[in-house]
């Protein structure tokens, strides 16, 4: 057969691990993708619905309010919360019924367009208004959506460190060692007894995309004044290792020891305040996902370890959903991924059509459900699912909708190989 971007060829897959599961045979489409205008075009294997001929969409599952499938439930809680069954993890809505998240970031709308959004996103079967969203104002519409809330602890804490140490701002490090950051925490913290009952909140995001790299990030610190917490944090951690010049192992190590300290102070607080919503993490990316220091050091103060998912074509060896959460011992959640035909900048794949963007998210998704340790996915953007005139992208809202539409039978279909 000729490959192009348009045609299906058959391609064996048994045997291939892929996120966790063992696929069956499968056909797979081909998508010509780059990662900027500058490169060139590659022909990437992707899998869409078209292309799994064992697969049968049926009825949808009934869903509870939030979502959730009515057909399996755990305990109720009143809030979201997080379950491992049958060695699957799930999210467990308010009601006790199983839940994925499949989401879109940034959705807002004016209070005259609220009513009209939340029916073309229920339409489409999205369940979550992720990061960035207008979350409470949508709970005037009719039919609610389950919604989260960013606090940019660690951003906001440093614009305000500057007033006490000059030194802020050097170098790619977060600054968990000051004593004045717990007491930030704890009054930072106070804001979230606004939401603290509302069923309808899924959790929170701590902070987005920080700077965590372990390249030289012991010496990072080092360069602080010796007055300063960060300097004196690095200096502590070296005697304890003997001193010397770092090496690798000393940055990994130290990595480790920050991202805890961090988490811990921001976790206590957090708990204390709102002991009913989830901590969904801090949105981890680039370099931080071949990081496992940061994933064992934030697991015990997380409820969902959450990840921007760039630079792959979908789950694979080079990107281990599977490894992430066996050394957090928590679920993850894809907190961004895109495709775009056009403009400049930002980490998505470029693709040539809408029906393109559309094969990659069944693609993405489709592994996304296929992996046992993932709870769902929030697309980045809703403002990028619209072309032209401010007009929906009929091909890629269809996409998203076949796939939303079937997150249920899809996991039970996966469940069973």
């Known amino acids: ?100 998240s499949a989401g879109l970031n940034t959705v807002s709308a004016p209070d005259s367009d609220i009513q009209k959004t939340a029916a073309l996103l229920h339409e489409n079967g999205f369940n979550t208004l992720g990061c960035w969203s207008s979350g409470e104002l949508f709970r005037k519409a009719p039919a609610p959506f389950p919604y989260c809330l960013r606090w940019n602890f660690m951003l906001t ?18 600054y968990p060692f000051d004593p004045e950051f717990e007491t930030f925490c704890e009054a930072r913290s106070k804001e979230l007894d606004v939401t603290m009952n509302d069923p309808w909140l899924m959790g929170h995001f701590i902070d987005n995309e920080l700077p965590l790299d372990e390249d030289n990030i012991v010496n990072n610190y080092l360069k602080f004044p010796i007055s300063d917490p960060c300097h004196q944090a690095a200096a502590k951690f070296m005697k304890s290792r003997k001193g010397g010049k770092p090496q690798l192992g000393d940055n990994r190590e130290f990595l480790k020891l920050v991202v805890s300290v961090y988490y811990k102070k921001v976790y206590a607080a957090m708990k204390r305040h709102d002991p009913n919503h989830m901590l969904l993490g801090s949105r981890f990316y680039g370099k931080n996902l ?128």
């Open 1 to 100: 057969m000729k490959s192009s971007n348009t045609s299906i060829k058959v391609v064996s897959i048994i045997g291939i691990l892929i996120g966790g599961a063992l696929c069956t045979l499968a056909y797979s489409d081909r998508v010509d993708v780059r990662s900027s205008p500058k490169d060139k075009w590659q022909a990437f294997e992707t899998r869409t619905l078209d292309t799994m001929p064992d697969f049968k969409p049926g009825v949808p599952v009934k869903l509870s309010k939030y979502g959730g499938r009515l057909d399996k439930k755990e305990k109720a809680t009143g809030f979201f919360h997080v379950v491992n069954r049958d060695g699957r993890w799930w999210m467990v809505d308010p009601d006790g019924c199983l839940f994925i």
């Open 290 to 417: 071949h990081t496992p220091s940061i994933f064992k050091a934030a697991g015990p103060y997380t409820d969902i370890v959450s990840v921007n998912y760039y630079h792959s074509w979908g789950p694979t060896k080079d990107h281990p959903l599977d490894e992430w959460a066996q050394l957090a011992g928590k679920p993850v959640l894809i907190t961004e991924w895109y495709a775009r035909t056009g403009g400049t900048g930002g980490a998505g794949w470029y693709v040539k059509t809408e029906a393109d963007r559309g094969k990659f998210y069944q693609h993405m998704a489709l592994g996304l459900l296929e992996n046992r340790n993932c709870v769902g996915w929030h697309w980045f953007k809703y403002p990028t699912m619209f072309i032209g005139d401010n007009q929906p992208s009929t091909e890629l809202f269809s996409a998203c909708k076949a796939i939303n539409t079937q997150l249920y039978p899809l996991t039970d279909f996966f469940g069973k190989r």
């Open 157 to 174: 804490y440093s614009n305000q460190r500057k007033q006490i140490y000059p030194g802020t701002g050097m170098g790619k490090v977060i």
